[in-house]
Nanobody, 122 residues
Framework: QVQLVESGGGLVQTGGSLRLSCAAS????????MAWFRQAPGQGREFVAALSGTGYNTYYADFVKGRFTISRDNAKNTVYLQMNSLKPEDTAVYYCAAGPLLSTAITGYDYWGQGTQVTVSS
């Protein structure tokens, strides 16, 4: 069982930056691929970024390439999402997820956090 707790969301102006954190419980954190998804009001949950247990392999959604960076610190059981050049369309609840294999699919992840709100004002 893995418990995930996100933090770092908030209100930021267009062009600003935020860094989201996701703290995981358990001693097997390094075995899990980790990902970030987001869900805007009235829309489905969509993939943002993911990385492997070692951190060597990453996937990004096209709409965040060059702006967002996913990373992890296995010593701290934490995964991060550095978000730069934020746009109003990035406004959403951001969720952290853990799963056995690197994937862009919601169904590829077994454990989910409660989410953290990111609001980008124009």
């Amino acid at each position: 069982q893995v418990q995930l707790v996100e933090s770092g969301g908030g209100l930021v102006q267009t062009g600003g930056s935020l860094r989201l954190s996701c703290a995981a419980s358990g001693r097997t954190f390094r075995r899990y691929a980790m990902a970030w998804f987001r869900q805007a009001p009235g829309q489905g949950r969509e993939f943002v970024a993911a990385l492997s247990g070692t951190g060597y392999n990453t996937y990004y959604a096209d709409f965040v390439k060059g702006r967002f960076t996913i990373s992890r610190d296995n010593a701290k059981n934490t995964v991060y999402l550095q978000m730069n050049s934020l746009k109003p369309e990035d406004t959403a609840v951001y969720y952290c997820a853990a799963g056995p294999l690197l994937s862009t699919a919601i169904t590829g992840y077994d454990y989910w956090g409660q989410g953290t709100q990111v609001t980008v004002s124009s």
